[in-house]
């Protein structure tokens, strides 16, 4: 157990809909990173917060956004989704602001299907 | 560039000692990790190195070699557990991870 968690841990939803996805980090993380892992590709790195503050932003789309509340806690808001969204989505913390020479600690992911 | 490359797949017999490789570009580097992945799973640390050399942990070691862009996960006396997918990730200055795509080790009996 990482300490991470991520809440629904199942999602089945139709195209076009929207979802939000959470994630709380490990106790004393400030910083949340998400991911996509689709069945034919490795983990693409979405977006990191630190503290509040977007820190990173990786392979997002438009359609997908995504916040960091001041308990630390993180969502990850998808919107007219469509079938290639569907994926594993990994949320990770750590303790600073980068993730130079820092390990990131994975939650056990959502797993969203849509139909 | 941000390709990192590893096998897709690697079969071995249980007990035997494994190889996996991770080729990167160099531009930028400071730090490689591997993850290991069980399917469905979520990745979880296995090791970090950013000099040159052998690191070692119980059955799992990993080797850095930065001029060469070259790194590789030893697992030794495997067992069936080890089963898994391998995730090399680099991380560069002023950059996020970028992971590599992933070995995915069979072991059999």
């Known amino acids: 157990d990482s300490g991470v968690t991520q809440t629904p841990k199942h999602l089945i939803t139709a195209t076009g809909q929207r979802v939000t996805l959470r994630c709380s980090p490990r106790?004393?993380?400030?910083?949340v990173y998400w991911y996509q892992q689709s069945l034919d590709q490795g983990l693409q790195f979405l977006i990191q917060y630190y503290n509040g503050e977007e820190r990173a932003k990786g392979n997002i789309l438009e359609r997908f956004s995504a916040q960091q509340f001041p308990d630390l806690h993180s969502e990850l808001n998808l919107s007219s989704l469509e079938l290639g969204d569907s994926a594993l989505y990994f949320c990770?913390?750590?303790?600073?602001?980068?993730?130079?020479?820092?390990?990131?600690?994975f939650g056990p992911g959502t797993r969203l299907l849509v139909l | 560039g941000q390709n990192i490359d590893q096998p897709t797949e690697m079969t071995a017999t249980e007990g035997a000692i494994v190889q996996i490789n991770c080729t990167y570009q160099?531009?930028?580097?400071?730090?490689l990790f591997w993850y290991q992945q069980h399917a469905g799973e979520a990745p979880t640390f296995l090791s970090y190195?950013?000099?040159?050399g052998l690191e070692e942990k119980g059955r799992f070691s990993s080797f850095l070699s930065r001029s060469k862009g070259y790194s590789y996960l030893l697992l030794k006396e495997l067992q069936m557990k080890d089963s898994a997918s391998y995730l090399c990730?680099?991380?560069?200055?002023?950059?996020?991870?970028?992971f590599g795509p992933g070995t995915r080790l069979s072991v059999l009996p």
């Open positions: 990730a680099v991380n560069r200055y002023g950059q996020n991870f970028v």
């Open positions: 990770a913390s750590s303790p600073g602001e980068s993730t130079e020479q820092e390990t990131q600690y």
């Open positions: 190195n950013v000099l040159d």
């Open positions: 160099t531009s930028g580097f400071n730090g």
């Open positions: 106790s004393g993380d400030l910083s």
